[in-house]
């Protein structure tokens, strides 16, 4: 069937992982989609094209997280920057749509559907460092054969995943367990990195006895340890744990995955550096205030992170960060 003259071409749909940034304004209000984060010695530069269908094959796309965090940081510090532009991190097919919701902030600064758009979509260099694996890489042909559709997941399973914190959530998953036999159940799905650096899906299957009284475990933890574990807490205490999986041997935060029964290490470098960091930037933040308590108001907004679990354990790791009481 031939298309009517008058009809409009139907737009491209892009894959809905596929992410790019929006550059703000925050005095006029004008956005832009970033097009390149170009590096010319110590110059950081920022390149943006309209926010048009038609410039969607030059939009930048957002592979790797930490990269752009680093370049953010190193963009936002140079000292003749005369604007402190706003990042926001949308797919592709949501550009448009967020566009114009974000620009009727232009008409009312307190427009409810621009302030979500704005709060839903803005990043900063913390958040961007905290994503482990980005949408671009996540291997979504190997978990179809596994009968997980990623992107059908809810959305907090799904952020757990990309940040590498324990899945709390069951998940129905046909394997092949030899060639021709195929078992199907409910599974714990998480990624991580082989020698090669390439990211892989393991299968965490709920266990009857929680795996710390397993005998591998069984005499390692004492009972207040035990009890704490089943609070939903983190040990105070780091323990040395080598990942089966890649063979790495290093010290860790321990919690436990109520929805597996499973024990969690959570490695100490990958945990107290972010949060550390995300401490001070929170105090810093409250000191500018007049009722928030210094580094008290840091530990007790990020203890409401998706993080929480680590926050408590990893915040004693930090040096120069003192809890106060707020007076």
């Given at each position: 069937?031939?298309?009517?003259?008058?009809?409009?071409?139907?737009?491209?749909?892009?894959?809905?992982y596929k992410e790019t940034l929006l550059a703000r304004h925050p005095g006029t209000g004008e956005v832009q989609v970033v097009s390149d984060l170009r590096?010319?010695?110590?110059?950081?530069?920022?390149?943006?094209?309209?926010?048009?269908?038609?410039?969607?094959?030059?939009?930048?796309?957002?592979?790797?997280?930490?990269?752009?965090?680093?370049?953010?940081?190193?963009?936002?510090?140079?000292?003749?920057?005369?604007?402190?532009?706003?990042?926001?991190?949308?797919?592709?097919?949501?550009?448009?749509?967020?566009?114009?919701?974000?620009?009727?902030?232009?008409?009312?600064?307190?427009?409810?559907?621009?302030?979500?758009a704005l709060y839903d979509h803005r990043v900063d260099t913390m958040q961007l460092e905290r994503v482990k694996y980005d949408h671009a890489e996540i291997?979504?042909?190997?978990?179809?054969?596994?009968?997980?559709?990623?992107?059908?997941?809810?959305?907090?399973?799904?952020?757990?995943?990309?940040?590498?914190?324990?899945?709390?959530?069951?998940?129905?998953?046909?394997?092949?367990?030899?060639?021709?036999?195929?078992?199907?159940?409910?599974?714990?799905?998480?990624?991580?990195?082989?020698?090669?650096?390439?990211?892989?899906?393991?299968?965490?299957?709920?266990?009857?006895?929680?795996?710390?009284?397993?005998?591998?475990?069984?005499?390692?933890?004492?009972?207040?340890?035990?009890?704490?574990?089943?609070?939903?807490?983190?040990?105070?205490?780091?323990?040395?744990?080598?990942?089966?999986?890649?063979?790495?041997?290093?010290?860790?935060?321990?919690?436990?995955?109520?929805?597996?029964?499973?024990?969690?290490?959570?490695?100490?470098?990958?945990?107290?550096?972010?949060?550390?960091?995300?401490?001070?930037?929170?105090?810093?933040?409250?000191?500018?205030?007049?009722?928030?308590?210094?580094?008290?108001?840091?530990?007790?907004?990020?203890?409401?992170?998706?993080?929480?679990?680590?926050?408590?354990?990893?915040?004693?790791?930090?040096?120069?960060?003192?809890?106060?009481?707020?007076?």
């Open positions: 069937m031939e298309k009517e003259k008058n009809q409009a071409p139907e737009e491209p749909r892009w894959p809905d590096e010319r010695g110590n110059r950081y530069e920022v390149h943006t094209v309209e926010p048009l269908t038609k410039n969607a094959p030059s939009f930048f796309e957002v592979a790797k997280s930490g990269a752009v965090a680093a370049f953010i940081r190193s963009f936002k510090s140079q000292s003749d920057k005369a604007v402190d532009f706003q990042f926001l991190k949308v797919p592709f097919n949501a550009v448009q749509d967020v566009v114009n919701d974000l620009l009727r902030l232009t008409q009312n600064p307190n427009d409810e559907k621009g302030l979500k291997p979504r042909a190997a978990l179809r054969e596994l009968g997980i559709d990623f992107d059908a997941l809810t959305p907090q399973t799904r952020e757990a995943m990309r940040m590498g914190l324990p899945v709390e959530e069951l998940v129905p998953v046909t394997a092949e367990v030899m060639p021709g036999i195929k078992v199907s159940g409910m599974f714990s799905p998480r990624f991580y990195r082989d020698h090669n650096n390439e990211l892989k899906v393991t299968l965490d299957a709920p266990l009857a006895v929680p795996e710390y009284e397993h005998e591998e475990y069984k005499m390692m933890f004492s009972t207040q340890e035990k009890a704490a574990l089943e609070r939903g807490g983190t040990l105070e205490r780091l323990i040395k744990h080598k990942d089966p999986l890649t063979g790495e041997e290093e010290w860790c935060f321990v919690g436990k995955n109520a929805a597996t029964n499973r024990l969690v290490f959570q490695p100490k470098r990958e945990v107290a550096a972010a949060i550390c960091n995300d401490i001070r930037r929170r105090s810093a933040a409250c000191n500018a205030t007049t009722n928030c308590a210094g580094a008290s108001c840091a530990l007790s907004t990020a203890r409401r992170s998706r993080s929480k679990r680590w926050m408590s354990a990893a915040s004693r790791s930090c040096t120069g960060i003192r809890s106060t009481k707020s007076r």
